[in-house]
Every structure is written in structure tokens, then in C-alpha cells.
């Protein structure tokens, strides 16, 4: 486990308490003698890292492991609600792809969201692998392999009798699974981690809604994610750790279809139960 530790300039710290409130863990107090927050005794093996300490702080006199306010951006303006909600109404599962690649620039920034996923106790073990035409082109070969030989022998008919549609289409050469997507993204996390699958659902709806902004399709592929799971060889291929449980699955790249309107689903019950 990493020291956790803060550092405070005196010159700057207006003693607002703030940090010391926001602490959920009750890893600070205010010092007595300098007015001034430090750690409680043993308080860096109850940190968990969150950094709220850092980011609450009007003054940005407070530093948290060597990380100072002047090194992490300040907040900005965001999309306002019409327009976040614009970007929600108008996500589509994208399974027509154009084939080239992403530009590098593009994709440096969908790696970059992924630091910024919150997860269950501010555990930072996530793991992401992400592929391109060549690894997808493998990952294709070793999948068809062992489907045309499930449903040939009429496993996956046992298996999964309602996916039944696709198996002439798998055996006559389709990519069912890919799509023809230029690119992956995999996650995986501890199995004893205390949001396993949550967290990696998460990472990929946060990684999603980056996509949807630069224009970017997407599509979930349980397809894929299950094959990962079943299939050793896959996993080692993604340097998958024991211990690991690979909870999600992406394909992306640029659209090669546009929708012009958004849909009219139907509508979820949401029960709201507020006193006035």
C-alpha cells in the first residue's frame, strides 16, 4: 500500500475546515496547535485515495501525496442538462463500422476518461485492454473456430437455443461478433474487489459517453465478453490476471451510419415518492 500523506501551506490555509469535513474516512482533523488539518494517528492506512481533500480546498493550500493544486485542472463549466440529456437520447448502438482506425488523438483522449472512473471504495484495480484490426482479426479466428464447432455438434443449440437465428449466418462466414469494429475495449477487475461487476459497467458507460462526443460509435458485445471469460487462450491474449473477472466489453469506431433522429422508447416505471 502506497504512504498516503497531505502537506499543507500555512500561508494559504484559511483553517474553513472544509477538508477536514469532507473526509468521509475521518482520515484528517485540524491540528490544535497550527490550526492547521494534518492526519489523524495511523490515518494513511484509512485513506483510500479519494483526493477530496485536494479538490475541496478553496485556497489550494492543501497537497495530497505530492500532488498540489497547481498540478490538477480546475473545474469548468459542463454541458448543460439539454444538452447532456441530448447526447443520452441520441446514443445508438452503432454495429456498421468504418474500418480505418482511430486517429491517435481520439483515442488519447477515450484512454484518458477511463482515470476518472469511480468505483467502490475508490478502488483503482481496474484493468482495460484495448485492440485494434490485427488483435481483433485473431480474437475473430480463435472465436469462429470454436463456434462453428458448438454449433456444429449442437452444443449451442443446448447452450443457447434463442440465439438460434445467428448460426447459419456465423457458419456462412458473417462477423457476428465484432461487426467489423476496428477496435475493442475490455475490462476487468478483481473478483474480491467490493464492486466487481458495478465498477466495470460503469468504466464502460463512462467510456461510451466520451465515445458518443467525438463522435465516436459504440456498440456492448456480450458476445465477446463471454468469449473472453470462456476462453483461456483469450484471456492470456489480454494478459487477463488469476484472480481477474472480465465484466464488460466494447466495440468502436467511426459510424458508418447516421441516424437523423432519436428514438421514442418505452417508457420505464419510475416511482417517485417525495413529500412536499
Keep these: 500500500m502506497k504512504k498516503r500523506f497531505i ?26 496547535e497550527k490550526h492547521t488539518p494534518e492526519m489523524v494517528k495511523d490515518g494513511s492506512k484509512i485513506c483510500f485515495d479519494c483526493q477530496h481533500c485536494l479538490a475541496v480546498c478553496p485556497a489550494g493550500a492543501l497537497s495530497f501525496s505530492g ?6 485542472p480546475a473545474t469548468e463549466s459542463l454541458p448543460a442538462g439539454g444538452e447532456m440529456l441530448a447526447l443520452i437520447r441520441q446514443r445508438r448502438s452503432i454495429r456498421q463500422f468504418k474500418q480505418e482506425p482511430l486517429d491517435r488523438e481520439t483515442m488519447e483522449l477515450l484512454k484518458e476518461c477511463l482515470h476518472w472512473v469511480p468505483t467502490g471504495c475508490n478502488d483503482h484495480r481496474l484493468r482495460f485492454f484495448i485492440a485494434g484490426p490485427q488483435e481483433i482479426a485473431e480474437f475473430r479466428r480463435i472465436i469462429d473456430r470454436r463456434l462453428r464447432f458448438m454449433i456444429k455438434s449442437g452444443i449451442m443449440t443446448l447452450l443457447v437455443p434463442r440465439y438460434r437465428r445467428y448460426f447459419d449466418t456465423i457458419l456462412n462466414g458473417a462477423d457476428v461478433i465484432f461487426r467489423e469494429a476496428p477496435h475493442i475495449i475490455i475490462v476487468m477487475s478483481p473478483r474480491k474487489s467490493p464492486c466487481c461487476t458495478t465498477d466495470q459497467v460503469i468504466a464502460l458507460t463512462q467510456f461510451d ?5 467525438l463522435g465516436v ?3 456492448w458485445c ?14 492470456r491474449m489480454i494478459g487477463c490476471p488469476a484472480g481477474y473477472y472480465i ?3 466494447m ?7 447516421k441516424y437523423y433522429r432519436a428514438t421514442e422508447p418505452e417508457k420505464y416505471i419510475i416511482e417517485e415518492k417525495i413529500k412536499p
Aim: proline share 3%; aromatic share 4%.
Design 251 to 257: 466495440l468502436f469506431g467511426r459510424p458508418a451510419v
Design 209 to 213: 459517453m466520451m465515445a458518443q462526443s
Design 7 to 32: 502537506e499543507v501551506d500555512p500561508d494559504k490555509c484559511t483553517a474553513c475546515t472544509m477538508c477536514v469535513r469532507d473526509c468521509m474516512t475521518g482520515a484528517l482533523q485540524m491540528s490544535e
Design 67 to 72: 500532488i498540489k493544486a497547481a498540478d490538477v
Design 247 to 249: 465484466g464488460g466489453a
Design 217 to 219: 460509435g459504440t456498440c
Design 222 to 235: 456480450g458476445f465477446a465478453e463471454r468469449a473472453f471469460r470462456m476462453i483461456g487462450k483469450l484471456r
